[in-house]
């Protein structure tokens, strides 16, 4: 895992420990070489984290894609 996979894992984590109700639960876990990032809660989180409609996951995914090593990563939520 490079630099930038690195910088953009911790991120993600940020962001996501900042959303749920139990911040140790969650864990990103980077794929294909680093340009995939799967992001894993508890179930009970999982709702806090994509939001309704999908706007909190959208909001996160486009402060990745803003930020500098995040910019070539894809966000997914995985169950």
Do not use: H, N, W
Not at 49 to 59: D, E, F, L, M, T
Request: glycine share 12%; net charge negative.
């Amino acid at each position: 895992m490079g630099d930038r996979s690195k910088e953009a894992v911790e991120l993600v984590e940020f962001i996501a420990k900042a959303i749920v109700t139990k911040p140790e639960d969650v864990k990103v876990t980077p794929c294909e070489g680093g340009r995939l990032l799967e992001l894993e809660t508890d179930g009970s989180d999982r709702g806090r984290v994509i939001g309704r409609q999908g706007r909190v996951a959208k909001a996160m995914r486009a402060v990745l894609t803003a930020s500098g090593p995040g910019a070539d990563c894809r966000l997914e939520i995985v169950d």
